[in-house]
């Protein structure tokens, strides 16, 4: 068979092609029939069927995102949602770019590669904004923690995130790991980057300029990757190709070289230094085609592609296949005639392959020739910004209100058991097996990272100005209800980050939720949005970005919703940062906030009575916001020597973080009902240790924060007067030893994928 | 007093030793891996990371860059070079230090802070400790574990040439606890753990690790 060209297509208007099982709908073949005047062709038929996919165009999505364009415009946003990651401004001149991004699918079918990219492409899109990535965190969901393929996936997830970021030079400062069935057949792996740059170094994905040359950089192409997001890989395809026959099935999760990255960052920091390009994208999802596309579609003239430039690493890959190539650690900028030979001396100097691919052009398409014949020609904002949208049917989950009105038990018949309980349990218990595979020291800038409730980078050593970041995704509470439950997400974020002493300044999220096409998911997807917009207008925060997950389910059975909320903090002086963990005998020990006996979708609840019903916390944004501005006021002032946020386990969980993070014991004592005390997992609360327990009363009184004394550090016991004692050597036998009996073995268990997996992206 | 610091492609810890370097008084200087040039440094650091991505084995590619020639016909001369981790790993690859790093036992990547015990405090880059001090900086590896023939062991702990060890639980099997060790003349020193890593109350476990540095300014002086 011959290769399709844009001439051939035009001559056989009725040829059948077969977009179905590329993942488009009827409609959505004919409009593209419609845009082109012709059918597309081969190449062009692949194009669009991964941009138009769920992944890359956010389709489902779209219409709810744009509550998050509405919110009033913030000073500190200096590039906003659209780019490939919002940025701030942290003062002093700095910016700061933050983003979270899921490999969910890719890290199930194969958890070490599918993690390892995850953590590589969030760091193109960090590195693509002109900024040096200088961390990561990792949000992480599995099945039951016992679970034969828990212990499949976890270890491999693990090792690849770590394996990845070590490899970069990039400090792991945070993150979290939960478990629940619900993602038994879909796990998630969430991973975030944050980079730092000068305000006047921001860079944009355009491609701007006739005549400006397009250099793609970085890793060959290969044959990894395709199929990620539809079926190219398959025969039919492969024949229509170019009548040669490439290798039938190639594996759709892509393979990390996180060297090749790391000398991709360096070149690209000197090239931005040098100021050698006038726009650049990094090649993701959907790879040339979306880099490509996106670029020509941002700026003002069309592109010319000589897709035979393109250095492979398989020579029978068929244009359509390079084209949709998700191979990693690949660039393409825009790079003005003149300043060519200079960018290919860079890229020789670090070993970074680079080949002028193409060139803007004056006219408005896109086009992409092979073999010296013509094989795309399309409008590139069709492609790239103008896919379909679609306002899908909603509706609220039928089990919703018989949900809400299973209120949880509300008394615990042995303190003591359902406190071991709630500490030893995979969610409560210590993390150390998962963070010591991770490098939180790479870059010497780390001031606090994992167990902490917030991670903190400095960013200049002169002046010590840093920032601090959060991730939070409780998906219990918005399984209850999601539009609670995102701003719950969001107040434990924000929470986070002004326990450390850091003012909240901005919000990124990663919304990680089941299938669109399901109207009870499609509602559950619209009320987190609705509820993360209302939370950040009422705490005056952006959001700068996002990314959007859908399809998250194992056969008809969709996960839990979970919106993952990252907040980003800026310390005008980390040396005043507040540590977590207690070091010091004879503090006093206090509660900021106030308790309620909240027990909807708390640890408690799930770990002793395996209960999952009622409301979750009552939200009160005006109780964290006064809590967070006493927090960074006491962090300012040095008045208190720890603080730790009380979230999921309540106080029992935070009292035992404290108490073994240095073997530092504590006497106190409750008042009120001691169920509600120590396991109700009401917002706004902070413990926090002080040797000045009269200022910092004094403080938290003007901010309008309750104050209850618990007691006083000291010992090698946790006694709560009255109720119990827990000898600090037992409590730390049983929250440290949970996960090693799970995942202890070294070895990495050989499994394979069940049935009814939908890879997509 | 200039200490060198060599960047390979993948080095990773190369800004954290310089600045290592500057606490602890000295001047540090940026080397090229591709280049003859040591540019007049009084010492060298091989910093940690992933040279050459730890393809074929770790450190082994790094260990043939042109300058490393210079590195080690200079270090048999008396140049103080200190190999942190993938530094270490290049050193052995060199032949400047005897062993071998491999796979952890356990086989994973592993991060702590660390206790060691300084066995040698007569090197040129631990002369700031005393033999015996036990002292606290962050190990972070995945090959690490070192390992020689009995008899070559046998040899380097007869000659002294243990200068670090890890107490209070081995990270990753080394053996006989072995965390560093240096050449005949106590001139070349390698170490998996991250001395780097320790320079700062803000920022690591303590301030440990800054003997190394300081140790060596004053090995110049005397030299």
């Known amino acids: 068979m011959s290769l399709d060209t844009v001439e051939l297509a035009a001559r056989t208007p009725d040829d059948e092609q077969p977009y179905a099982e590329l993942g488009l709908r009827a409609e959505e073949y004919q409009r593209i029939k419609d845009i082109l005047g012709r059918r597309p062709t081969t190449a062009e038929l692949a194009m669009y069927s991964v941009m138009w996919s769920e992944h890359c165009s956010y389709k489902s999505s779209k219409v709810h995102l744009r509550r998050f364009g509405d919110l009033p415009p913030s000073d500190a946003l200096l590039v906003g949602i659209g780019e490939n990651a919002g940025v701030v401004d942290v003062g002093d001149g700095y910016a700061v770019t933050f983003k979270v991004e899921s490999h969910n699918h890719p890290s199930y079918v194969e958890p070490y590669q599918g993690a390892a990219t995850g953590v590589g492409g969030i760091v193109r899109d960090i590195l693509t904004m002109g900024a040096r990535p200088v961390a990561v965190m990792d949000s992480l969901r599995f099945g039951r923690a016992d679970a034969p393929d828990t212990a499949r996936v976890l270890p491999g997830v693990v090792a690849g995130v770590g394996g990845y970021g070590n490899c970069l030079g990039l400090p792991n400062i945070g993150g979290e790991l939960l478990f629940d069935d619900c993602y038994a057949g879909n796990p998630l792996v969430n991973a975030l980057c944050v980079g730092v740059m000068r305000h006047e170094d921001v860079r944009l994905a355009k491609a701007e300029g006739t005549g400006n040359k397009v250099v793609l950089f970085g890793a060959r192409t290969g044959g990894d990757g395709i199929g990620g997001v539809s079926v190219l890989a398959s025969e039919t395809f492969d024949d229509s190709a170019d009548g040669q026959r490439g290798p039938a099935k190639r594996p759709s999760v892509q393979v990390g070289d996180p060297f090749t990255e790391k000398l991709l960052i360096e070149a690209c920091l000197e090239i931005f230094a040098a100021d050698l390009v006038t726009g650049i994208q990094d090649l993701g999802g959907a790879g040339l085609s979306c880099a490509t596309s996106e670029l020509a579609s941002a700026g003002t003239g069309g592109m010319h592609i000589d897709l035979d430039a393109v250095p492979l690493r398989d020579s029978t890959l068929t244009p359509a296949e390079i084209l949709m190539s998700e191979s990693q650690e690949r660039m393409c900028a825009i790079v003005e005639p003149d300043e060519v030979d200079a960018f290919l001396a860079v890229c020789r100097k670090w070993d970074v392959p680079a080949t002028v691919i193409g060139e803007v052009t004056d006219g408005d398409r896109l086009v992409v020739d092979w073999h010296g014949q013509r094989i795309v020609d399309v409008p590139p904002r069709t492609v790239a910004h103008e896919g379909p949208v679609y306002e899908r049917p909603m509706a609220p989950p039928a089990d919703l209100d018989a949900l809400q009105a299973d209120a949880p038990p509300s008394s615990s018949a042995d303190l003591r058991a359902d406190w071991l309980a709630v500490v030893s349990s995979p969610d409560g218990a210590d993390k150390t097996w998962v963070t010591e595979q991770y490098d939180r020291y790479v870059r010497g800038n780390t001031v606090l990272a994992q167990p902490e409730d917030a991670g903190v980078v400095r960013i200049d050593e002169q002046s010590n100005r840093g920032i601090a970041l959060a991730l939070d995704g409780n998906a219990r509470f918005a399984r209850l209800d999601p539009y609670t439950g995102a701003q719950l997400n969001l107040a434990e974020a924000y929470r986070n980050v002004a326990v450390s002493g850091a003012r909240p300044l901005a919000v990124t999220n990663c919304l990680n939720f089941g299938s669109p096409e399901e109207p009870e998911v499609m509602w559950q997807f619209a009320e987190a949005v609705r509820g993360l917009a209302d939370g950040c207008r009422e705490l005056g925060l952006p959001v700068t970005g996002g990314n959007v997950s859908l399809y998250n389910q194992t056969g008809e059975t969709a996960i839990n919703p979970t919106p993952v909320i990252g907040v980003l903090g800026v310390h005008e002086d980390v040396t005043r940062r507040v540590p977590g963990g207690w070091r010091a005998d004879g503090e006093t020990v206090l509660l900021l906030g106030e308790t309620r006996p909240e027990f909807g979708g708390s640890a408690w609840a799930a770990v002793v009575h395996g209960h999952l019903g009622g409301r979750p916390p009552a939200l009160d944004l005006t109780a964290e916001r006064a809590l967070a501005e006493l927090m960074v006021r006491l962090a300012a002032e040095g008045l208190v020597s720890s603080a730790h946020d009380v979230a999921d386990g309540g106080l029992a969980q935070a009292l035992t973080e404290s108490a073994l993070r240095y073997g530092t014991g504590a006497r106190l004592g409750l008042a009120g009902d001691p169920t509600a005390a120590l396991f109700s997992e009401s917002v706004a609360r902070v413990v926090v240790t002080t040797a000045d327990a009269g200022a910092v009363r004094a403080a938290a009184e003007a901010a309008g924060v309750p104050v209850t004394e618990l007691g006083t550090t000291g010992g090698d016991a946790l006694v709560v007067d009255g109720a119990l004692e827990l000898p600090l050597a037992e409590l730390r036998e049983a929250w440290t030893a949970t996960l090693p009996a799970l995942f202890g073995s070294p070895e990495v268990a050989v499994g394979t994928v069940p049935a009814g997996t939908v890879p997509t992206s | ?223």
Request: a negative charge; glycine letters at 12%; proline letters at 5%.
């Open chain 2, 1 to 223: 007093m200039r200490i060198g610091v060599i960047t390979f492609p993948g080095s990773l810890d190369d800004g954290d030793a310089a600045r290592a370097v500057r606490l602890a008084g000295g001047e540090p200087v940026s080397l090229w891996h591709a280049e003859h040039d040591l540019k007049d440094v009084d010492a060298v650091v091989l910093p940690g990371g992933f040279s050459y991505g730890d393809y074929l084995r770790a450190g082994a590619i790094a260990a043939r860059a042109p300058l490393m020639r210079d590195v080690v016909a200079r270090a048999r001369q008396g140049l103080p070079v200190l190999g942190i981790c993938n530094g270490f790993q290049v050193l052995c690859e060199s032949g400047l230090l005897p062993g071998a790093l491999t796979r952890n036992s356990h086989l994973h990547f592993r991060n702590r802070d660390q206790q060691l015990l300084v066995a040698r405090a007569d090197t040129a880059w631990t002369s700031s400790y005393t033999a015996g001090q036990r002292i606290t900086i962050p190990v972070k590896n995945g090959e690490g574990r070192y390992v020689a023939a009995p008899a070559e062991l046998d040899r380097l702990e007869g000659e002294g040439r243990v200068v670090v060890r890890y107490v209070n639980g081995n990270p990753n099997g080394s053996s006989r606890d072995i965390a560093g060790v240096c050449s005949e003349d106590g001139r070349v020193v390698g170490l998996m753990p991250h001395p780097e890593h320790a320079v700062e109350e803000l920022t690591g476990p303590g301030t440990d690790g800054l003997g190394f540095f300081t140790s060596v300014l004053a090995a110049v002086v005397a030299a």
